[in-house]
């Protein structure tokens, strides 16, 4: 029996790589020629590739036969765009939030499994904390995730937990077993969890009553972990206005 030949099988997935990536970053369709010109496949090579990216909606042709993204991008594109309302109606709470607190604001959602901060407004201190939109944070070691956990944003994950620090939650028993407490506060928190030195606390942001988003606030230890309760009614009370907006203008996000 005949083999294929070692990597034959990443090869092609590279080569269909490369044509995808250059018909997104196309400023226009682009035409089969104009793609076996510029991979230097052979033109067989070129035609099969497309197709495969064709039916899996990576790639769509349009009346001339030229190449553009497929349907799958229009679909990511009009998911992503949920995540512009919430962030264009959290805007002001944020801003608020962040003049009473003078700590960093972040507003984080539920992706693959963990939180990702997909708005921040920076700390007033020197002192503050990094930028952390659009960063992949261990959603176990961060208020935001914590709260996404508690009210079911996020499953529950089992076993051994990533221990980043010496106060992280080490398995998911110990984890579920604060997520009953954080519903009953209002909110969840952190201290040194995720990094030492920094404290996090986060309330849960609703869209007709379903739990969309956490609304938190985060800074040096030093000034926040003596007084967590306070700080964690207030975020609280942001994210529940936060929550009434959006609901009262549930297309344009904020009033």
Not at 19 to 34: D, I, K, N, Y
Not at 54 to 77: K, N, Q, T, V
Not at 170 to 196: K, S, W
């Amino acid at each position: 029996m005949s083999t294929a030949p070692a990597g034959t099988g990443t090869q092609s997935i590279d080569r269909a790589a490369d044509l995808l990536a250059r018909v997104v970053r196309s400023e226009g369709p682009v035409t089969f020629t104009e793609l076996a010109a510029a991979t230097g496949l052979a033109r067989s090579t070129t035609s099969r590739l497309l197709s495969a990216l064709e039916r899996a909606d990576l790639l769509s042709r349009d009346d001339g036969g030229r190449w553009g993204p497929g349907a799958l991008f229009d679909l990511y594109a009009t998911r992503r765009s949920d995540d512009d309302t919430l962030v264009e109606g959290a805007d002001a709470t944020m801003r608020a939030l962040g003049d009473l607190t003078g700590e960093t604001v972040n507003l984080g959602v539920a992706r693959r499994g963990t939180v990702v901060q997909v708005a921040q407004v920076d700390s007033a201190y020197f002192l503050g904390s990094r930028d952390w939109v659009g960063t992949d944070v261990p959603a176990h070691c961060s208020a935001l995730g914590k709260v996404l956990y508690a009210h079911g944003a996020l499953p529950v994950p089992k076993g051994p937990l990533e221990a980043l620090t010496p106060a992280s939650v080490p398995n998911g028993a110990a984890l579920e077993a604060q997520l009953a407490g954080i519903r009953q506060d209002g909110f969840a928190t952190t201290v040194d969890e995720l990094e030492p030195g920094l404290t996090g606390v986060a309330a849960p942001v609703r869209r007709h009553g379903a739990v969309v988003a956490a609304l938190g606030v985060s800074g040096p230890t030093s000034r926040l972990a003596a007084d967590l309760r306070s700080t964690g009614a207030l975020v609280a009370a942001h994210a529940r206005a936060l929550s009434v907006r959006l609901d009262s203008h549930p297309q344009e996000g904020a009033a």
